[in-house]
């Protein structure tokens, strides 16, 4: 997965339709996530498409596997996944992860429908952090 800043970079010299399908193509590099994993545990709640996170790893090297059944929403977990992935539990905990994506300004770019779950699946990844870097 690529870093944040890289995908900003690229994020930032386009317009449009060509957003959307850098977002998609974010999608498809997620690492895959078993169907098995799919469960009513990983579902983030107030998706409107179906957001599946499930955290892997360890403290000092945190690793989510995510999926949705919207391209476009899965690009979109997929930013959020870059922002914090394979960074120690406590530095994730202490992430102001709305800061990072604030360049991407999603509210804006994207209907209201495709970002509403973002706040809950952020919250999810640092809940899981925190609880991580506290064991």
């Not at 977002?23 to 169907?35: K, T």
């Not at 409107?48 to 000092?60: F, I, L, R």
């Not at 596997?65 to 919207?70: C, G, P, V």
């Not at 800061?99 to 640092?126: C, H, W, Y």
């Amino acid at each position: 997965m690529r870093p944040l800043d890289d995908i900003r970079e690229e994020y930032e010299f386009l317009e449009g339709d060509e957003r959307y399908r850098l977002l998609i193509e974010l999608g498809r590099e997620l690492d895959d996530m078993p169907d098995a994993l799919k469960t009513d545990a990983t579902l983030v709640r107030g998706c409107s498409a179906q957001v599946w996170v499930y955290p892997t790893g360890e403290a000092d090297k945190l690793h989510f596997l995510a999926d949705s059944n919207a391209a476009i929403t899965k690009g979109i977990v997929a930013l959020v996944i870059s922002a914090v992935q394979d960074k120690p539990a406590e530095e994730v905990a202490a992430m102001d992860i709305h800061e990072a994506l604030a360049p991407f300004d999603l509210k804006n770019q994207l209907s209201s429908n495709r970002t509403q779950g973002v706040p809950n699946m952020i919250a999810l990844v640092k809940e899981h952090a925190a609880r991580i870097a506290a064991a």
